[in-house]
């Protein structure tokens, strides 16, 4: 299963790629891989991109590129290596070979997760990426069709079906894992202030797998 969170970054790519490629939770960078671009230099690259769609007078938008974390049901994924190529996978149907994008597979906690970050703006037709509700459900049936692929469980709730019964009651509960980590990842995300300590806070992350493992 992968949960999929969207977030637009309007400002410091370079910080945002350096903390989803630091060698401390990606295996030494053993586990980044880049579309169109080098990890080391992505954010110049996006930036070229970017100007390149205002002379061409394209799309116009505040976001400099997107964000996506693709986290996986806790003990699900144990190879880091397969954790990395369903995240490509995911990235190569959604993008659709039009975005420069760095991806990574973070280790250094017991939830294995993979960082997508990707630019705003195409660099082939110069088009901005809109994320909407629309856009959010394309990326999480593609991610499901994926998954399936893999003989992984899905993401909730976009499948053709929705949730089951008892699935939606614990989710309404808040009492279901899902919930609980859709809880924790937004906390920390939206009250961090500083970007190092958002993106998954791995204290709080480890309690809610612990706490709810359980029930799983």
Same mark, same amino acid.
């Given at each position: ?6 977030? +637009? ?21 053993? #586990? !980044?891989? $880049?579309? @169109?671009?080098? +990890? ?12 390149? %769609? ?19 049901? +806790? ?10 190529? !369903? ?5 190569? @149907?959604? #993008?659709?070979?039009?975005?420069? &994008? !760095? #991806? ?11 960082? #997508? ?32 692929? &893999? ?7 976009? %499948? ?10 614990? &989710? ?12 924790? =990842? ?6 961090? =202030? ?7 806070? +791995?204290?709080? =992350?480890?309690? !809610?797998?612990?706490?709810? $493992?359980?029930?799983?």
């Amino acid at each position: 299963m992968a949960y999929i969170k969207i977030f +637009p970054i309007k400002s410091t790519v370079d910080h945002a790629v350096k903390y989803i490629t630091n060698p401390n939770k990606t295996d030494s960078q053993n #586990l !980044v891989s $880049s579309f @169109a671009c080098a +990890p080391e230099t992505a954010a110049m690259e996006f930036a070229y991109t970017e100007e390149m %769609g205002k002379r061409n007078n394209m799309d116009k938008g505040d976001n400099l590129a997107w964000h996506i974390i693709i986290s996986f049901k +806790p003990g699900e994924i144990k190879d880091t290596a397969l954790a990395q190529e !369903v995240g490509e996978k995911i990235a190569e @149907a959604a #993008l659709k070979g039009k975005y420069e &994008y !760095v #991806l990574s597979v973070h280790t250094d906690k017991d939830h294995i997760h993979c960082h #997508l970050i990707f630019n705003a703006t195409s660099f082939v037709d110069h088009h901005k990426y809109h994320s909407n509700k629309k856009s959010y459900r394309r990326l999480c049936m593609l991610s499901n069709k994926i998954c399936r692929e &893999y003989g992984l469980s899905e993401n909730m709730p976009t %499948g053709d079906r929705g949730r089951s019964y008892k699935e939606n009651m614990e &989710y309404q509960r808040g009492n279901s894992w899902k919930a609980k980590l859709k809880f924790a =990842v937004d906390k920390t995300i939206w009250s961090s =202030v500083n970007y190092d300590e958002s993106m998954i806070c +791995p204290r709080m =992350v480890a309690r !809610v797998i612990s706490s709810s $493992s359980g029930s799983l």
